[in-house]
């Protein structure tokens, strides 16, 4: 049974639409994978080196010991944020007669391939290989080895048994965020309890009496049952599903009825952001990049140079224009035959989108303002970057978004996810940042840094005040592209 | 066959199935009818142990179908699309769901080949995955996979609403078929009263969650129906 149950998972893989169809997203996805599987073993590799260097004087092994609770706390986190509960894809199979059992570990063992399960591996097996090897012989290797699977496999399996408590009840993530941070705070801010000592000691006793390893596995095995017995429970329709049925209410936002029909067209909008779980999550993330200039300007030898700030002020006062346009019309590819037979004129659609983008835009640039505290010159080229956005970068992006055919399925998070991902939003990157600095290139070269910038700001400004012509030229490109796009749209 | 006692379920507040006692014997062709929200398909996936009950109990066989197993192996059921292997082809499907009871390919082919009129040359060797099939042609599917398992429950929700008329005439005749043979027994819903008044011997009535009606099919059946509907206008 189980190997029918992966015959299917590997067809499901290999048949779905996002997998496989474009080469170009295959590749990049391969090189990024390659590329940190790269990285983290040129990391096991030199570990020994790096803990030497940031532990003088003490033993390698033992500042690796201390370590290891802290990376499974880190990655329990992670795996909270970033780990897809794997749910509805048992639906068929609840009719058929394959008892629950079947059912349930298939769940558990095909959750398994996820890469959070491979990295604690590939980041210590070769140090492992390299120091505890020679240095204390094979049993202690075996017994470290066998800790990390089991606290591996814990991890997988209580994250996974959180999530779906989650799914039932929304407290139990409070209540697990703020266990989690209790003990960060314990540990750092308070010095109450110490990880590192207690990983230190784990990890020391496991080294002189392997056959501890045993009991770290134990819980796993412990974890994993419990998780069984939850899902065995629990295996029904109505409660498998990753949302939950509350009461939902409805919004209204006053504010965008001075816009007339061209609001209405936003207000939507903002309902379908608010209320699905894919642009929800790409709002969320917006605001998380907000934070993004804190890389750049906290740099005391880049606060003066006047890249990073124009690269930052497109990139974080653009954000929303950037995450969300990319994947434009594809948000609304479920209904999109709806909109292209209903009363909407499309002069209207591009306007709600323009007035989108400003609304959003100007929100970022606002809370973006604190920025200024690295320098008054940040300032200048967010407001800079602000009008190009308006003016420029939404157009770029709504051009961008008439070659877009892809679906997008709305209930399904937003990281790792690459579906509605093509060949069109990585040739947006391009002309989104690198026409603001090849403009402000020879600005630079002559020492005009504020001429540049106001040049920047006076192509968004003319963008901006002659926005009618715009919005002629893609109302023009979209009635040309429109059944292609709703074709595309048509395809699963 | 099936035994009902005391079933209940509420959604945020409202009851959807409330069902004191209801018996199905062997061998019965039941149709199940009323309108939208009359809760036949919530009663559907609570007999399949889908979703839970908020009280009382399903009996399958004298065994309740929550604790015990033993119901999948004579029930096939096919409620909506959701429920096929949408990556497969059909032939893979088919091969899928009769590994399950144990039968080789060539006997699926072989079960397979007399559903050929029923197919009507839009399923096999298609090349097709399902989800590629047109809902009506998903729903060929989906019965025949049932089919294919020779239950002794079939249960069928709305098999009528998306399939062709010559397909609904087919089907239509399969399940008399088998309600001669006696061996199996079948609860089918649909909106369609003159299909199910000409296939079915039971006719339940469905409203809000109760079953209202409960009579045996003979020639005024149909126009006793219509009645109740045409009142509900």
Request: proline share 3%.
């Amino acid at each position: 049974m189980t190997t029918q149950f992966l015959d299917h998972q590997w067809k499901s893989f290999w048949r779905s639409k996002n997998t496989g169809k474009s080469i170009a997203i295959r590749v990049v996805l391969w090189l990024l994978i390659l590329y940190f599987v790269a990285i983290f073993l040129v990391l096991s590799f030199a570990m020994d080196k790096i803990l030497g260097k940031v532990f003088p004087g003490q033993d390698v092994i033992a500042s690796f010991n201390g370590f290891i609770l802290y990376y499974f706390l880190l990655d329990l986190v992670m795996r909270f944020q970033l780990q897809e509960l794997p749910t509805l894809s048992v639906q068929p199979y609840l009719i058929l007669p394959i008892r629950k059992k079947q059912i349930v570990n298939y769940l558990s063992l095909s959750s398994l391939s996820t890469t959070f399960n491979y990295s604690p591996f590939i980041l210590s097996l070769p140090f492992l290989l390299k120091v505890v090897l020679p240095q204390k012989g094979g049993l202690a290797f075996t017994g470290i080895l066998l800790s990390l699977l089991g606290l591996t496999l814990f991890n997988h399996f209580f994250s996974l048994y959180i999530k779906r408590k989650v799914n039932l009840n929304g407290w139990v993530m409070l209540l697990f965020l703020g266990a989690i941070g209790l003990v960060s705070y314990l540990d750092f801010k308070w010095h109450v309890i110490s990880i590192a000592a207690a990983s230190s000691w784990l990890f020391n006793s496991i080294i002189t009496a392997p056959a501890l390893a045993l009991a770290v596995l134990a819980f796993a095995v412990g974890c994993f049952y419990v998780n069984y017995l939850f899902l065995k429970s629990n295996l029904y329709l109505d409660e498998l599903r990753a949302s939950s049925s509350a009461v939902k209410s409805s919004t209204e936002i006053p504010f965008l009825d001075r816009f007339g029909a061209v609001g209405d067209l936003v207000a939507n909008e903002v309902k379908l952001i608010l209320r699905n779980k894919r642009p929800k999550s790409t709002l969320t993330m917006s605001f998380i990049f907000l934070l993004y200039g804190l890389i750049f300007y906290t740099k005391p030898q880049t606060s003066t140079i006047y890249w990073a700030p124009i690269f930052c002020g497109t990139f974080i006062t653009g954000i929303f224009i950037i995450n969300y346009g990319q994947f434009m019309f594809s948000w609304q590819s479920s209904h999109f035959d709806g909109i292209l037979v209903s009363k909407v004129r499309i002069r209207d659609f591009f306007a709600a989108k323009f007035l989108m983008f400003t609304i959003a835009s100007t929100v970022a640039y606002i809370l973006s303002t604190p920025y200024t505290y690295f320098g008054w010159h940040i300032l200048y080229a967010h407001t800079a970057m602000y009008l190009w956005n308006m003016g420029v970068s939404s157009f770029i992006v709504l051009w961008f978004a008439t070659y877009n055919y892809k679906k997008i399925n709305l209930s399904k998070g937003a990281s790792f996810n690459w579906e509605g991902v093509g060949a069109s939003q990585f040739l947006l990157s391009i002309p989104l940042f690198v026409t603001p600095l090849l403009i402000f290139l020879p600005f630079n070269l002559l020492h005009q840094q504020t001429l540049g910038l106001v040049v920047l700001g006076l192509i968004g400004m003319v963008f901006l005040l002659t926005r009618k012509t715009w919005i002629d030229l893609l109302t023009k490109r979209f009635n040309k592209q429109r059944y292609k796009i709703a074709e595309g749209f048509r395809n699963e | 066959m099936i035994e009902v006692q005391n079933l209940t379920k509420s959604y945020s507040g409202v009851r959807v199935v409330n069902i004191p006692a209801l018996v199905i014997n062997k061998g019965e062709t039941i149709g199940l009818i009323g309108n939208n929200g009359a809760g036949k398909t919530t009663l559907f996936r609570m007999i399949l142990d889908l979703i839970r009950s908020d009280g009382g109990e399903v009996l399958s066989k004298g065994a309740n179908v929550v604790q015990n197993e033993n119901w999948r192996d004579y029930t096939a059921a096919y409620l909506d699309e959701g429920f096929l292997i949408d990556y497969l082809t059909p032939e893979e499907y088919f091969y899928f769901v009769g590994s399950l009871h144990q039968l080789t390919r060539a006997h699926v082919d072989e079960k397979l080949s007399t559903l050929t009129e029923f197919f009507n040359g839009e399923i096999l060797n298609k090349r097709k995955y399902i989800r590629d099939l047109s809902k009506g042609n998903q729903c060929k599917v989906g019965v025949a996979a049932c089919l294919l398992q020779s239950p002794e429950l079939l249960m069928l929700d709305e098999p009528f609403a998306n399939i062709d008329p010559s397909t609904q005439i087919r089907l239509k005749s399969i399940l008399k078929d088998a309600a001669a043979s006696g061996n199996m027994t079948t609860i089918v819903s649909s909106h369609d009263l003159s299909h199910v008044t000409e296939v079915c011997q039971r006719i339940l009535l469905m409203e809000k969650g109760k079953i209202i009606k409960d009579i045996h099919t003979d020639a005024n059946t149909l126009k006793e129906l219509e009645e109740y509907f045409s009142v509900m206008q």
